[in-house]
């Protein structure tokens, strides 16, 4: 009832940029919160960024100062762009929304926490 897709993952050198792109579609009344989280092999998906409706964002320590959050209210897309990429930013991305949406056989409002499939992104020389 609601999809999301990421767009922009691939492979960068370490010091590079890479643009990370998520649309959210379907029956959508508003979106809350968006955001981007990553998991590495083996480990635990952490948050990268998060950026309310309002504007307000928020970043992950290792990220912090390399990562800008962004997004566009009026298309339900959010972005994230990764500056000086290191080898440690090596994950799958995985985007997220808080989302007030109509379910389709009931047709009532609610809200739910839907992600996207998910993005490579690899740093390596």
């Known amino acids: 009832q609601v999809q999301l897709v990421e767009s922009g993952g691939g492979l960068v050198q370490p010091g590079g940029c890479l643009r990370l792109?998520?649309?959210?579609?379907?029956?959508?009344?508003?979106?809350?919160?968006m955001g981007w989280y990553r998991q590495a092999p083996g480990k635990q998906r952490d948050l990268v960024a998060s950026i309310s409706s309002g504007g307000i964002t928020n970043y992950g320590d290792s990220v912090e100062g390399r990562f800008t959050i962004s997004r566009d209210n009026a298309e339900n897309t959010v972005s994230l762009q990764m500056d000086s990429l290191k080898p440690e930013d090596t994950a799958v991305y995985y985007c997220?929304?808080?989302?007030?949406?109509?379910?389709?056989?009931?047709?009532?409002?609610?809200?739910?926490?839907?992600w996207g499939q998910g993005t490579q992104v690899t740093v390596s020389s």
């Open positions: 792109s998520c649309a959210a579609s379907g029956n959508i009344f508003s979106i809350y919160t």
């Open positions: 997220n929304a808080d989302v007030v949406y109509r379910r389709t056989i009931s047709n009532l409002r609610e809200r739910g926490d839907f």
